[in-house]
């Protein structure tokens, strides 16, 4: 069965970096666009970014653009986030997903907290 | 730059028959997906391409998109559809999602 487990969320200070990983499993991860969804506390979805199979394709949202960077290791079925400049308003659950070619996300982890604060 | 609309909140009563609208500009010329998050779990993906149903989701559940309105409609509304329910689509390569709709079984 497909699996999605977040990790290497935490407390980071304003300014400071964070790198999220996410380990797939149940699937043939390559042949799949994946997505990072991140949800700040008591507020809707929000979409971040999405990285091909073959990593060739990125996109990222506005909000985040210049400050994250989205990546894959395919021999090792993770996908990840790299995250910099972080502000509070990066506080947030994040999720990993997997993204269907027609662009909707049918397979979630579990989600990993980031909290941004001094 | 596109824009989802959705109601904040939407009371139906048990057994009732639940609507949750999600509006946009000419929405019916795009694919709309739906989600249901219960409190404190991810997000599941409940309609997908305007009315397909992915696999375990009830039939209870079904969609539909024209015009600048998509819209889900739940059936013999149960306690456990209690949740949030975000509408999605894809615009300019940007993933849009829905402000969420609160649902509540009185």
């Known amino acids: 069965q497909v699996q999605l487990v977040e990790s290497g969320g935490g407390v980071v200070k304003p300014g400071g970096s964070l790198r999220l990983s996410c380990a797939a499993s149940?699937?043939?991860?390559?042949?799949?666009?994946m997505s990072w969804i991140r949800q700040a506390p008591g507020k809707g979805l929000e979409w971040v970014s999405y990285?091909?199979?073959?990593?060739?394709?990125?996109y990222y949202a506005d909000s985040v653009k210049g400050r994250v960077t989205i990546s894959r290791d395919n021999a090792k079925n993770s996908l990840f986030l790299q995250m910099n400049s972080l502000r509070a308003d990066d506080t947030a659950v994040y999720y990993c997903a997997r993204r269907h070619w027609n662009v909707y996300f049918d397979y979630w982890g579990q989600g990993i907290l980031v909290t941004v604060s001094s | 730059s596109f824009e989802l609309t959705q109601p904040l909140s939407v009371s139906v009563a048990l057994g009732q028959t639940a609507t949750i609208t999600c509006g946009g500009n000419?929405?019916?010329?795009?694919?709309v997906h739906w989600y249901q998050q219960r409190p404190g779990q991810a997000p599941i993906l409940v309609i997908y391409r305007d009315y397909s149903r992915p696999s375990g989701i009830p039939e209870r559940f079904s969609g539909s998109n024209s015009g600048n309105t998509a819209t889900l409609t739940i059936i013999q509304a149960q306690a456990g559809d209690e949740a949030d329910y975000y509408c999605q689509v894809w615009d300019n390569y940007s993933v849009l999602f829905g402000g969420g709709t609160k649902l509540t079984v009185l």
């Open positions: 000419n929405l019916g010329n795009k694919h």
């Open positions: 990285i091909s199979g073959s990593g060739d394709n990125i």
């Open positions: 149940g699937f043939a991860f390559t042949d799949y666009y």
